[in-house]
């Protein structure tokens, strides 16, 4: 059993990269240190308008974060996930009603082979988020409060801010509607993909998470070596994603595609069974899901960047109003009727006449 407290000098250390050749996405790196530079925002944004429409993946680097903080919030992950099952299922989240705070455990029996992952989903330190924990994490409360706190002020908001100069638009347009004390979710994600026989994997077409979406603003993944995340090209391939130890992969998702018209597109990813030299181990993974407020009507942006390119939607996407909440609670109630056997394919319509695509 793991113990409730680690000591303080107790961190995790990476796995070794695979050996294997693999067909890596050219992704482009945002230095987010340059923003406080002198021509620092102006030569970010025209870095965002070469490929932000075609690819919606991309690298953050310049972002404050040492390897020690990273490792240890690797330690607390793998340290949860030690907890016996029956005390991680106390903090079990209530996905049927859409709502991801919490633990959620693998499938297991006839539905193992569509999901094998755990996930500790802990949420913003605001008084409406305050909930149970199990003692690891309370033991830790703090540091962990810090890590996330600084993912939201120190990366999230600066891109925000540069995303809304690249549209033409007030600088805190988006800011002003991911404001952390506000009604809504965000939430630290620690999770185990948790390894497979190849005979296993292999009847599932060797795919661990099925092509998706994300459905919130942007998602922030950590350094983590066990190859298998994979992104879609615009030409509808699938290559793998590297993972620089001092980059943060960020992928833009529903909530910021419908807030920017659908220039700034949600990217289609997937996992996928790690290379032979990495299969037999645990794929730990550190992300963090950044969200708008409750309340924020999905609708875009007027944007003289949208209009000049003739992209300025003159029709909204949805048959009625939609805030992020509703699209959130529904894409996370309808994963969770696929996941438990509920439902035996996965539903096509989201809400209000917006359908989830599936590419696997």
Not at 111 to 134: G, Q, S, V
């Amino acid at each position: 059993m793991s113990p409730s407290r680690l000591d303080s000098t107790e961190s995790y250390e990476y796995p070794s990269e695979t050996k294997e050749q693999l067909d890596y996405a050219e992704l482009e790196a945002l230095d987010i240190f340059k923003l406080d530079q002198p021509g620092g925002k102006q030569a970010l944004a025209e870095q965002v308008l070469r490929f932000i429409n075609k690819n919606g993946f991309f690298y953050v680097v310049g972002h404050n974060f040492s390897d020690e903080e990273v490792r240890r919030q690797y330690a607390l992950c793998e340290a949860f996930f030690e907890l016996p099952l029956e005390e991680k299922l106390r903090y079990a989240c209530d996905t049927a009603k859409g709502d991801f705070r919490g633990y959620k455990p693998r499938s297991t029996g006839k539905l193992a082979a569509r999901d094998n992952d755990e996930r500790y989903n802990i949420p913003k330190f605001t008084r409406e988020h305050e909930r149970p924990h199990p003692q690891l994490i309370r033991d830790h409360w703090d540091e962990i409060k810090d890590f996330s706190l600084k993912i939201h002020n120190d990366v999230l908001l600066p891109l925000l801010r540069l995303f809304a100069y690249v549209l033409e638009i007030d600088e805190d347009y988006l800011v002003d509607r991911h404001r952390y004390e506000a009604e809504g979710l965000e939430y630290l994600r620690y999770m185990k993909y948790h390894p497979r026989a190849a005979a296993a994997d292999a009847q599932g077409g060797n795919i661990w998470a099925k092509g998706h979406t994300d459905y919130n603003t942007l998602t922030f993944l950590f350094h983590q070596p066990v190859a298998g995340l994979q992104v879609q090209t615009p030409e509808g391939r699938w290559k793998h994603v590297r993972s620089p130890r001092d980059a943060i992969i960020v992928n833009i998702a529903d909530a910021l595609e419908f807030l920017s018209g659908g220039y700034l597109k949600s990217t289609v990813h997937r996992v996928v069974r790690p290379p032979a030299d990495q299969a037999g181990r645990p794929r730990l993974s550190l992300i963090y899901f950044a969200r708008p407020e409750a309340n924020i009507l999905l609708k875009p942006v007027s944007s003289p960047l949208l209009r000049r390119l003739g992209l300025q939607a003159e029709t909204e996407q949805f048959s009625h109003d939609v805030t992020a909440e509703e699209w959130a609670r529904a894409r996370i109630a309808k994963d969770h009727r696929f996941r438990t056997g509920m439902v035996d394919r996965r539903e096509k319509e989201i809400i209000a006449g917006v359908d989830q695509k599936y590419y696997d």
